[in-house]
């Protein structure tokens, strides 16, 4: 019963946290290209937000498993405090680039966090924790962006009404922080002495390397390397929207709180894609999902440029790529989780949120010279294509690497006993 009272707080705990930085995120370019920020320089300051989770992810894993995820959500709300107070004060962008590595810092340590708390128990009860995991992510993802466009279209002054929603989000986090050490007081933090890392160890340049040592040795279990080149893809997507979907529509003509209906129609669509969920995994293999999901988001970076004339059918094209990319989260995550032990989640979510900042190293970069140099229609076209083909080749990888092997076991019942558990030849019990 406890088990399940600390799940729901994560479910609905990540609600909160993703409604915070959903308030905040998408005006971050607008307030920077106010400040005076170009293209490229945007795309640098939100790689930021990335660079720093490269190297803490698997520490920070490794943490979860050692002081579990009550604490770790702790130290990570700190982090967030400090970001949205950086975005307040900011008059310059020294501060902006500041509160992204805060910002990446916050989110690798307690996105890991919530996915560990809710995927314990069975696997059907984990799974269904997953999904509604996800599905109010979503809907946190959906709320924020309205509730800080109807904020910041309270001031005259654009860069005024952004400084407003910062504010808002900061507010905000100081409240999640007083119910998240109530919650943290009841809950049964691991004992040092029967973890396999102790928390001191982890910080012990020792430590970090076997964290990452640790980790990577998680990555040779195939359904493992298929969530990881899963979610690369789509987190690439995601990073490139998030950061520059709203400079484009403001350059069409968009107004704030139009594009902050926008964004939030994308969250809206991923939270309704998990009703689906259920009937899509009963007739479709996992990996067959994931791919399909990571071709549609490719696409819709493509028809970008021709959605944006009008309001209609970029609010149609945002609602398909939600839809998308909400369906790769918890697919993403049950693929993984299947395949390691519960003393191993923490490294194996600090192993999915390294893949993860990696792509968002890459996609701000990439887009922004792309968009410095030729234009964000330019960017979003090429960028577009190469996703497109990027998400066929793995296509074609996967069917052949991953589902022919699944075949084998079927023509040749003999083989059956020595497949060992957690490898490919069970997911179609999925």
């Not at 949205?84 to 966090?113: E, K, N, P, R, W």
């Not at 993802?141 to 005024?160: F, N, R, V």
């Not at 100081?174 to 928390?199: C, G, K, N, T, W």
């Not at 993984?336 to 968002?360: P, T």
């Amino acid at each position: 019963m406890q088990t399940d009272r600390f799940a729901l707080f994560g479910i609905f705990g990540g609600c909160v946290f993703f409604t915070i930085t959903g308030l905040a995120n998408p005006f971050f370019s607008l307030y920077a290209a106010e400040l005076g920020a170009s293209t490229f320089a945007i795309g640098a300051m939100v790689t930021l937000k990335a660079l720093l989770p490269v190297f803490i992810a698997m520490p920070a894993g490794q943490l979860i498993d050692s002081l579990g995820p009550m604490r770790m959500l702790q130290w990570g709300s700190w982090f967030l405090l400090a970001a949205l107070a950086c975005m307040v004060f900011a008059d310059g962008l020294l501060l902006l680039a500041l509160s992204q590595v805060l910002l990446g810092a916050c989110i690798v340590i307690m996105a890991s966090s919530f996915q560990v708390l809710v995927a314990k128990g069975s696997r059907d009860s984990r799974n269904e924790a997953i999904k509604r995991y996800s599905m109010w992510m979503s809907a946190g993802g959906m709320m924020g962006p309205l509730i800080g466009g109807a904020i910041a279209s309270t001031q005259a002054i654009p860069a005024d009404g952004y400084r407003a929603a910062f504010l808002a989000s900061t507010a905000a986090t100081a409240v999640f922080m007083l119910v998240l050490a109530v919650v943290a007081a009841r809950y049964p933090h691991p004992r040092q002495d029967e973890v396999e890392i102790s928390a001191r160890d982890v910080f012990s340049l020792k430590g970090v390397t076997g964290s990452y040592r640790s980790g990577l040795d998680l990555a040779h279990l195939r359904p493992v390397q298929f969530g990881l080149i899963a979610t690369f893809l789509i987190m690439f997507i995601q990073a490139l929207y998030m950061s520059f979907l709203p400079l484009y529509l403001d350059q069409n003509g968009f107004s704030t709180m139009l594009i902050a209906i926008t964004i939030s129609l994308k969250g809206l669509a991923g939270m309704v894609s998990r009703y689906g969920l259920t009937l899509l995994t009963r007739r479709f293999a996992l990996e067959q999902i994931l791919m399909a999901a990571g071709l549609i988001s490719a696409l819709c970076v493509v028809l970008t440029p021709l959605a944006v004339t009008t309001p209609a059918t970029m609010l149609i094209l945002a609602a398909i790529l939600g839809g998308a990319v909400g369906v790769n989260l918890p697919v993403s995550i049950m693929v993984m989780v299947d395949a390691v032990g519960d003393g191993q989640r923490g490294k194996l979510m600090g192993l999915r949120l390294l893949s993860n900042r990696v792509s968002q190293i890459l996609s701000p970069l990439m887009f922004g010279a792309l968009g410095g140099l030729f234009g964000l229609t330019a960017a979003f076209l090429s960028a577009g294509a190469m996703l497109v083909a990027t998400v066929t080749g793995f296509s074609v990888f996967a069917r052949r690497s991953l589902i022919a092997p699944v075949v084998a076991p079927v023509a040749a019942p003999v083989a059956a006993p020595v497949v060992a558990p957690g490898t490919p030849a069970k997911e179609p019990a999925e």
